[in-house]
């Protein structure tokens, strides 16, 4: 497993809450579980006290996304330093999947975590992941959704640093917003013409009298 695939983890938490709508779908242990995906065995850590600890862990990670999404990179690294201290993780060397042709396996790092409970653990490999995330591609690849009141977090992965959506229905959304709006405007532009040109008639013909 790449190492880069564990910041996925820390967008997925994060965006189980859209504080602008008043959404939160992180009320229970099964959906704690939920986020650990196919790491089954994680996931039948998690109680109902994790349910708690996950909220605290989301706003930290959240904070780090808003902290790269207003330009304070330092902000961004000090916060997810924190993190790292607090819920660190081993790196080891794994190889559960083989080579087809001679049967040896595939090496790759794995990050092994040593957690207390299932919160210390998701953190762990979420907070890694994300640093990773930062130091190959830059702090200016963690953003937060364009589209009000959307406000989700994404990784930017295009060649030209050039996401700002989470999704391509928010970019949609977003387009046809900008499309109405500029429309308004010329709607706008045009009446404020024609009662400029109409008032103009009309003092023309009342100096003419």
């Known amino acids: 497993m790449e190492l880069a695939y564990y910041s996925d983890y ?6 189980t809450e859209e504080p602008a709508r008043g959404k939160d779908s992180l009320t229970s242990v099964e959906a ?8 089954a065995s994680a996931a039948r850590r998690a109680t109902d006290a994790d349910v708690t600890r996950f909220r ?14 207003t330009g304070d990179e330092t902000l961004a690294v000090d916060l997810l330093n924190s993190l790292l201290l607090e819920f660190p993780v081993s790196p080891q060397i794994s190889g559960h999947d083989f080579r087809d042709d001679d049967g040896s396996p595939l090496w790759h790092m794995h990050l092994a975590d ?20 930062l130091t ?11 589209a ?24 949609t959304r977003a387009n046809v917003a ?16 024609g009662l400029a040109a109409e008032n103009a ?5 009342s100096g003419e009298r």
């Open 136 to 146: 190959e591609y830059g702090v200016d690849r963690l953003g937060l959704c364009e």
């Open 201 to 205: 008639q009309r003092a023309t013909a």
């Open 56 to 69: 605290g862990v989301r706003g930290r990670l959240r904070a780090v996304f808003e902290a790269a999404d």
């Open 32 to 39: 704690v579980r939920d986020l650990f995906e196919v790491n």
């Open 114 to 133: 040593h957690p207390s409970n299932a919160t210390a653990g998701y953190a762990a490999i979420a907070a890694m992941g994300l640093a990773f995330h």
């Open 148 to 171: 009000a009141p959307c406000r989700n977090a994404y990784l930017d992965t295009s060649t030209n640093r050039s996401r700002r959506y989470c999704s391509d229905r928010c970019a």
């Open 178 to 193: 900008a499309y109405r709006a500029r429309k308004r405007l010329e709607a706008d532009r045009s009446g404020n013409t």
């Open 10 to 15: 820390a967008v997925r938490l994060v965006n």
